[in-house]
């Protein structure tokens, strides 16, 4: 079944065109991987999926999970089930994961009819996703990426998908900066929620976390457009040639 | 830049939530000070002689003395000719349990959440309840007197308790001591009086609640705490006004006192209206707060969130003259449309060994003005004394102002200051991250400002600091768009 459903999509920030007519559809259980050399939109496409502002949609429709997700406050994408794992995750001081991630919780219930989660209850799902990214109880009572380090961080974004259980999870550049341990422990934890109910996102600009996180479906993302889509063998070939190659033969595309 | 003036605009949509207006009889004088009003205020409230001459006193100081004018706030002159120095709810006088109290009273503080009924008080908060100028209901009376504590509007310590008040009125904030005090001790009308014997710890946080109810009417309360050897007590201090177009003048006097061992916590959060979104109204909060460790080891702290107020000008201080003594002041400093705040804190060390530590949280956000003004002075007695300062300002939009005065004195060679400061602003990407986790932008920058203040709002007991986190988010409700 169809999750997400990107036609024709274009955006720009300060009228410098970065999409430029992406097609993209995205079916529950899949993991689609997006590569491609540094200022090709993928991190624009992240941004204006999760509705950024300061990125403008010119053209093109996304649907997600049936409906309209441009008309929709970033907010609301997120409770309707859209998560994206960024690439640099913000400190916020003072305010302690725990209570973060308890009224995000209840803000995605409240959207779903739902009450909101007793503190003991949530403590106890806490405990249990806490295992998924392999965090230490302390970083609940921290401040949100506070102080934290760059692989730290990055297994909090981990920890958080796992509380929110999102559709679909959109991963950018999480690699990036990561040694390979802590590689693994972000790999891991995607694999451990895989379920044919939610969908992945994966951007990266490397092979290597492909190694660990195997795609249903890769796609070369190139000035603004997907140019080349295949299955994982696609995103060896890449690694192997580089980009050059897609440069040179999509350059006037 | 489209979206920065939308943010300025959205800022400009908080509305203050507690401007209703209660209807209730007022027994009020003139407007206008002289000495005969002095009298009339006095004669009203059956005081001493001692008690008039301090007024009177502090009457003639006022005159030969100038309103000053080296604060970061601007405004219009005030005429101390055009306001009422007393009014009191005329129902009053004879209250003495809770079933009597007019119940339109009892309603206005229903409306503002204030724990005065039974089973709040149960909770373990004695609210001495201020309106305008006279203390209507004061529970809990019964418990402490049993522990020897005193917790009594001040008009009736002067009446019960002379020699007590005589003691200490004055002897922490002299008559004399600036502009507003001398005022202030010319016509204070009520407050609260704290007695805590030796070697007890009040049992329960012990509260007051100020509101300004009369139009054109001064609020000049007093309060005293004393704090005998080795007592402890914690004291809380709420505030609101309705919503008037004209500017309201409360200029206070809050004094404290601790003997060897003794410590009192006092926290404030204040609310009075700020004024609407044109700057038009609001409380002129002109307050003169001090604390002086007479005793050895003795500690004062204070604790204040400031979010209401056209203009928030005081300064908590600490006089730390008892040797090992302590001195706190954590404070968070909310200006939004165009309040205005100067304040901070003094930190006078004098006996040897003594400590003191200020956190300063400022927050502007529309045309807010916000400054931290601070002095820490080391005299040559106070060897081997420490200080640490921290002051952070928080911004939100441009069109507002944060400023740092620290004033540091030091006169001698055994002792450590520490200033650190920040300034920083709640950006774009911090909301969008966690609009990004489900959380709207309103709720996002309550978050990030509670988060911001936590290390302040972490002092103050559960029930303020609950208060106190609603407050920030409320004051700055849709302060970004």
Known sequence: ?253 | MAEQNNLIEEITKSEYKYGFVSNIDQDITPKGLSEEVIHFISQKKNEPDFVLQFRLKAYRAWQKMKEPTWQKVHFPPIDYQDMHYYAAPKSSSKTKTLAEIDPEILDTYQKLGIPLEEQKVLAGVAVDAILDSVSVATTFKEKLQDLGIIFCPISEAIQDYPELVKQYLGSVVPYSDNYFAALNSAVFTDGSFVYIPKGVRCPIELSTYFRINAAQTGQFERTLIIADEGSYVSYLEGCTAPMRDENQLHAAIVELYTHKDAEIKYSTVQNWYPGDKEGRGGIYNFVTKRGLCAGDNSKISWTQVETGSAITWKYPSCILKGDNSIGEFYSVALTNNYQQADTGTKMYHIGKNTRSRIVSKGISAGKGDNSYRGLVRISKSAENSRNYTQCDSLLIGDQCGAHTFPYIEIENKSSIVEHEATTSKISDESIFYLNQRGISTEDAVGLIVNGYAREVIKQLPMEFAVEAQRLLSLSLEGSVG
Do not use: C
């Open chain 1, 1 to 253: 079944m169809s999750l997400l459903k990107i036609t024709n999509l274009k955006a720009n920030i300060e009228n410098k065109e970065i999409l430029n007519g992406i097609n993209l559809e995205i079916n529950s259980g899949e993991i689609h991987a997006i590569m491609g050399p540094n200022g090709s939109g993928k991190t624009t496409l992240a941004s204006v999926l999760t509705g950024k502002k300061e990125f403008q949609v010119t053209d093109g429709t996304v649907e997600f999970d049936g409906k309209n997700l441009l008309e929709m406050p970033p907010e609301e994408r997120a409770r309707l089930g859209l998560f994206l794992a960024f690439q640099y995750p913000v400190e916020i001081p003072g305010v302690s994961n725990a209570n973060f991630l308890r009224l995000a919780l209840n803000e995605k219930r409240k959207y779903n009819g739902l009450d909101p989660i007793e503190p003991a209850a949530f403590f106890k799902i806490m405990r249990e996703k806490a295992k998924i990214a392999k965090i230490e109880q302390d970083f609940l009572t921290r401040g949100v990426n506070e102080g934290f380090s760059g692989g730290e961080k990055k297994r909090n974004e981990i920890f958080q998908m796992a509380i929110l259980e999102p559709k679909l999870a959109i991963l950018d550049e999480t690699d990036s900066g990561l040694d390979i341990d802590a590689l693994k422990i972000v790999a891991e934890g995607v694999n451990a929620m895989r379920d044919p109910s939610r969908s992945f996102l994966i951007i990266t600009h490397y092979q290597r976390l492909l190694d660990y996180i195997v795609p249903d479906f890769v796609h070369v993302l190139f000035n603004g457009r997907i140019v080349l889509s295949g299955t994982k063998e696609l995103a060896l070939e890449l690694e192997e040639k580089g980009y050059d190659w897609i440069k040179e033969e999509f350059a006037t595309a």
